[in-house]
């Protein structure tokens, strides 16, 4: 983009550097080369044989002529720049969008994390109600012995250890 400006920086400078000598075409198909005051036609001084209204409107027209390629110019750098701030934006644009997408797996990995939680708190909850209820059965037919009375609270109760392990997991990635 900056070779590209210096390039016609540097086409410009040279073009009105080479400006004391410009070409006009006519309307009529004549071709005049203007050179400070002399006016010359296929080589030729016609200075002298020009009337002073075809001398001013070969100037007008070189003046039409600078004006045209100074327009051109000044709208060349304006394209150059809105091209710019268009590639700045379209940067801008992308980087929002891989920030949103950075966010979006970052959400998607949160949300599965708390679905892998809520499941494991469900089945260990539905562990301990299944444990709970077969304890209730054997105590109540008197299947269970003293000693197996302190496993099963001692085996409940590690089981109640997961539940709130799990709860507690699940509640940290709320």
Request: aromatic share 4%; with cysteine; hydrophobic share 30%.
């Given at each position: 983009?900056?070779?590209?400006?210096?390039?016609?920086?540097?086409?410009?400078?040279?073009?009105?550097?080479?400006?004391?000598?410009?070409?006009?075409?006519?309307?009529?198909?004549?071709?005049?080369?203007?050179?400070?005051?002399?006016?010359?036609?296929?080589?030729?001084?016609?200075?002298?044989?020009?009337?002073?209204?075809?001398?001013?409107?070969?100037?007008?027209?070189?003046?039409?002529?600078?004006?045209?390629?100074?327009?051109?110019?000044r709208l060349q750098k304006e394209l150059e720049r809105q091209q710019e701030d268009l590639e700045?934006?379209?940067?801008?644009?992308?980087?929002?969008?891989?920030?949103?997408?950075?966010?979006?797996?970052?959400?998607?990995?949160?949300?599965?994390a708390q679905e892998e939680a809520r499941e494991d708190y469900l089945k260990a909850k539905k562990?301990?109600?299944?444990?709970?209820?077969?304890?209730?059965?054997?105590?109540?037919?008197?299947?269970?012995?003293?000693?197996?009375?302190?496993?099963?609270?001692?085996?409940?109760?590690?089981?109640?250890?997961?539940?709130?392990?799990?709860?507690?997991?699940?509640?940290?990635?709320?």
């Amino acid at each position: 983009m900056k070779i590209r400006i210096f390039t016609i920086a540097l086409i410009s400078s040279f073009l009105f550097s080479c400006g004391s000598s410009e070409s006009v075409i006519m309307e009529d198909g004549s071709v005049y080369e203007v050179k400070g005051k002399t006016f010359k036609t296929n080589g030729a001084d016609v200075s002298e044989s020009l009337t002073d209204d075809e001398k001013q409107n070969i100037r007008a027209l070189i003046t039409k002529k600078r004006e045209a390629q100074e327009e051109a110019e000044r709208l060349q750098k304006e394209l150059e720049r809105q091209q710019e701030d268009l590639e700045k934006a379209q940067e801008q644009a992308r980087k929002k969008q891989e920030d949103l997408e950075d966010k979006q797996r970052d959400l998607e990995s949160k949300l599965k994390a708390q679905e892998e939680a809520r499941e494991d708190y469900l089945k260990a909850k539905k562990r301990l109600a299944d444990q709970q209820e077969k304890y209730k059965n054997l105590r109540d037919k008197g299947k269970l012995s003293p000693r197996d009375e302190a496993s099963w609270a001692e085996k409940l109760a590690e089981i109640q250890a997961e539940v709130d392990a799990a709860q507690k997991r699940m509640d940290n990635l709320k």
